[in-house]
């Protein structure tokens, strides 16, 4: 066992047992728990590091909203981020409560609300925490040539990082300085990795098994890794944008190419599947990015949203019913990923959020 699989092994441990300054078990749902820091006295209108984004020119339709099921905003408190619109919101209350801009250019793809507070972020050209007033705890920019789209919180002091490139790498980074502390470098066979930089993958995630997900979007399947790096698992599909490990051990993938989200088991049997054709005619949603599963067994699908032509979030019953529908592109832009705030489990505790 290398030592990056060494560090991964004793984060899951600890994360596994994980107390406040009290000696307390944590919340069942720590987000919730810390939501006041972001309204606190000492929380600025704009971060030093912050840089103002353009407002959102969408073509809006007017009467969509009412229309749709669910409460809008009032739906979930949660924390939500989009490409093409670089200003992350976290909404509570039915209203966004705090914001956090960072700019032109890049795209946002991987986000996180911390049980400490913190806000841990990728933003293609660059990956950072800021903590709710705003202050960058560490901030580490993608090398020329490189990108970064995913990470991951293990525990509170290690973040688990992937980087496209040349020679696309899996690190471990520290959460107080941003230092690598260790590294793998991904060679998928054949040698060279295919479709671009940009097109490698937009996700990687550690399991509740230690082992390691990632979506290979210019491979067309997803990967599963034991802690040596060693291909244990795979799945094709044209265009995997997210894979997520489940809780009773099936893995949830959304495929931008199919404009599905599928549940499937370790055989690669499809436990499951909800297609966006199948969607009602009156909740346009045009295309999938990622996907939550909620502790309800409910879904929740993220969408570019097609520049205010279509929805960016829905969510889909077990029996494949819309229960709610997001068209929000007064506060929002598209939706790339999300993460709801009134689910049980510790963000940094791997694979406790995905029920």
Known sequence: MNRLALLLFATLFVSGCQRDDTGAAPSATPALAIL?????????????????????????????????????????????????????????????????????????????????????????????????????IWHRDAAPGTEIHSLQPLGLDRILMLVNGPAPTVMIIDAKSGAVREEHILVPPGGAPPGGVHGQFRRIRATAAGTYLVSWLGLGKVVEYDRDFHEIWSYATPRPWAAIRLHNGNTLISDESLRLVREVTPAGATAWEFKLADLPPGIPFPDSQTCVRLANGNTVLCSRGANGKGCQLVEITPAKQVTWALYDWKNFGPATAVQMLDEPGMPERPGDLQR
């Open 36 to 136: 006041s820091a972001f309204t606190a006295s000492d929380v600025p209108a704009t971060g030093p590091a912050e840089q103002p984004v353009e407002p959102l020119k969408a073509t809006i339709d007017p009467n969509l909203a009412a229309t749709l099921p669910g409460a809008g905003l009032a739906e979930h408190p949660m924390l939500y981020i989009g490409e093409g619109h670089n200003t992350m919101l976290l909404v509570a209350g039915g209203k966004v409560m705090w914001t956090y801009s960072t700019g032109k250019g890049w795209e946002y793809d991987d986000i996180w609300l911390l049980s400490n507070g913190n806000v841990l972020f990728s933003r293609m050209g660059y990956a950072a925490e800021i903590t709710p007033q705003k202050q960058e």
